[in-house]
């Protein structure tokens, strides 16, 4: 069966450091990767997704990178922290050939102080 | 898709009540819904999806309703227990596209 995994579940990070998120997934073969955030009390944003390595589609300009070095990992990155980028991070997947039904990992609490 | 500077609506009801979340939809053409449950600290769960050519379809004390004429979208469960408490979106698809609603937080009083 696949699953996927997400990995630190909470972070707490001073302002200016770096971020690295990551997101792998088992079971399955190139499927489609997206990475979402979600401000305390709020709804998902789209940050990225990507349907195969090295293709990465950004939904909004920010301070955040993404990157897809193997078929299953899923990268979600930053040089410099900023206050703003505080928030709850999912990853999300779906078989190739699909944008919906999504299975989201269990997520990232990324506090930046 | 996305939901975004959105905060959510609330809704609290008393353990053992029925629940009611609602969601309008924005694209009449979106042929496919799926609810989710994501309970606090954690990613969105899938609960039960509903495809246009259908008005009803029923789980496991959960029931979707769809009224394409409004473009509305519900969510019904029964019983609700204190497990039920959580934000729970509805998404719409167009055409391989999903679209999150906002989120409904379902608080559930003992």
């Known amino acids: 069966s696949q699953t996927i995994h997400q990995w630190p579940a909470t972070l707490v990070q001073p302002v200016g450091s770096p971020l690295s998120l990551e997101c792998t997934v088992e079971?399955?073969?190139?499927?489609?990767l997206y990475w979402y955030r979600q401000a305390a009390g709020r709804g998902l944003q789209l940050l990225f997704y990507s349907v195969g390595i090295g293709q990465i589609s950004s939904e909004v300009p920010q301070n955040l990178s993404a990157s897809r070095p193997q078929d299953r990992q899923f990268i979600l990155s930053s040089k410099k922290l900023l206050l703003s980028d505080s928030g709850f991070y999912l990853c999300a997947w779906v078989p190739h050939g699909f944008h919906y039904g999504y299975t989201f990992g269990s997520g990232t609490r990324l506090t930046v102080v | 898709g996305e939901s975004v500077g959105l905060h959510l609506p609330t809704l609290s009801v008393q353990e053992g009540d029925n629940s009611i979340i609602n969601c309008a939809y924005s694209n009449s053409a979106s042929d496919y819904f799926i609810w989710y449950k994501q309970e606090s600290g954690k990613g969105p769960q899938f609960i039960i999806d509903i495809r246009s050519n259908m008005d009803k379809r029923q789980g496991q004390r959960v029931t979707v309703l769809l009224n394409k004429t409004v473009k509305h979208l519900s969510l019904q469960i029964a019983a609700t227990q204190p497990g039920d408490s959580a934000v729970y979106f509805c998404a719409e698809i167009n055409n391989n596209d999903m679209r999150f609603g906002a989120g409904t937080r379902l608080t559930v009083k003992p």
């Open positions: 079971g399955t073969s190139n499927p489609n």
